[in-house]
Structure formats: C-alpha cells, structure tokens
C-alpha cells in the first residue's frame, strides 16, 4: 500500500492486491451466477448446479479469478465427455461459460483464466483447447483471434448458434497448477 497526493489535493490511497485463479466452491454458487447480472439468474443457477456435480465426478472444473476473497471471473473447463463434433478427431478440453465482472475487464483477468485453463487441460494430456462462441459476439471472437484461437466448427441447434475456435495448449502457463 502507499499514500500519495491525489490530483484534486486530498490523499490517493493504492492498494496493490493480486487476482489469482483458483478453483470454484460450491459455496459461492449464488455469487458465480451473479457475474451474469441479474437476467436469467434461476437457470444460471440450475446449470451451475449441474456443472459443480460434473466438478465432483471430474468431469469438469470451474475456475474463478479471486479478487481478496471474491469471485470477480469465472470459466468452466471439460475435460471429459466432450461432443465428438467439438473434438474432432483431437483431446481437446472445451473451456465455456467465460465471463469477467465489468469493473475487472481489460486488466488480463480473462486471459489469466484461459491460460491457467490451458495448464489444466495440457496437464490432463490434451493437445488443444476449445472454446464455443455465440455468433453475435464478435468482440469475444476477435479476442479470442487475438489469443490464437482459429474457427474450425460451427453449429446450430437447441444450444444456440455457435461458433467454435481452437488452439493447442498455452505454452507457457501463467498458473503452472490450480489449486
Ligand atoms: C470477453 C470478456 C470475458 C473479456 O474479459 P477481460 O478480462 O476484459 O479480457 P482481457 O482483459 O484478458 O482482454 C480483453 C482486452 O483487454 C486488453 N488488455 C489485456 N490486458 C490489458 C491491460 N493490462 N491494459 C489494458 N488492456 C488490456 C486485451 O488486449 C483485450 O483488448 P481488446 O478488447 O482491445 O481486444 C469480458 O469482456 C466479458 O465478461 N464479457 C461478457 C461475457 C462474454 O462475452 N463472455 C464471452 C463468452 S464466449
């Protein structure tokens, strides 16, 4: 911490504290669900669900960027049991549900968690990952093309209009082993 003279003559206090990425508890279910805002809060909470019970058979795993105790991001990231369509032939981990509370964007928080996802599925012997897009946001797409992530598949059906992209695994990983 350190104390200095603000612009406007008062004191600008900073406060250095570091986001670090960790695993999801089932404890913070309600908060992960809120990263959303309020819209569709009931059904977030019964996929969430669904994804922490998948988290306790291995399946899957959330990952949360950890602000002083607090969840301000989240992905999930499957290791196993993924569509043979989004496979395609490789391992590939397919990492999904990705979102950063709007006061922590454009600081890296979701790179961070891509990359420390990468080191989990490149841990777990996969070769790429895989991250599905809804075709109207092009803003995640462009980011994603900026990571390296190429389109290879796109699909169409009850899950919405989706657009696939890959990459192989980060090689240098920002966490080298979530916790
Ligand atoms: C998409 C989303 C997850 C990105 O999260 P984020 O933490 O802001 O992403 P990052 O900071 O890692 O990278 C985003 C931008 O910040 C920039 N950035 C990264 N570190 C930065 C830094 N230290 N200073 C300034 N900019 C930085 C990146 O270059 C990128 O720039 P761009 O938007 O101009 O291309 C976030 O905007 C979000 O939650 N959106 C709503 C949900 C959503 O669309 N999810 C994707 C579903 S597939």
């Not at 206090?13 to 805002?37: K, N, Q, Y």
């Not at 989004?86 to 990492?95: D, K, M, S, T």
């Amino acid at each position: 911490m350190s104390v200095e003279r603000a612009a406007d003559g008062g004191q600008l206090i900073r406060i250095d504290v570091p986001v670090t990425v960790r695993t999801a508890r089932v404890s913070e279910m309600r908060r992960l669900s809120e990263l959303w805002g309020p819209a569709g809060k009931a059904s977030r909470q019964r996929l969430l669900r669904r994804y922490f019970r998948e988290q306790a058979d291995g399946v899957q795993r959330g990952l949360v960027a950890d602000f002083n105790g607090n969840p301000i991001g989240q992905l999930w990231v499957r290791l196993r049991h993924i569509d043979p369509s989004i496979e395609a032939g490789l391992r590939v981990a397919y990492v999904h549900t990705l979102v950063v509370m709007p006061e922590f964007r454009r600081l890296g928080v979701a790179e961070g968690l891509v990359r420390s996802a990468s080191a989990l599925a490149a841990a777990r012997g996969c070769t790429h990952v895989s991250i599905g897009v809804d075709r109207p946001n092009e803003a995640a797409r462009r980011l994603y093309a900026k990571w390296g992530f190429e389109r290879y598949y796109e699909s169409f059906d009850l899950r919405g209009d989706l657009v696939f992209m890959r990459r192989e695994v980060f090689e240098a990983a920002v966490a080298a082993e979530v916790r």
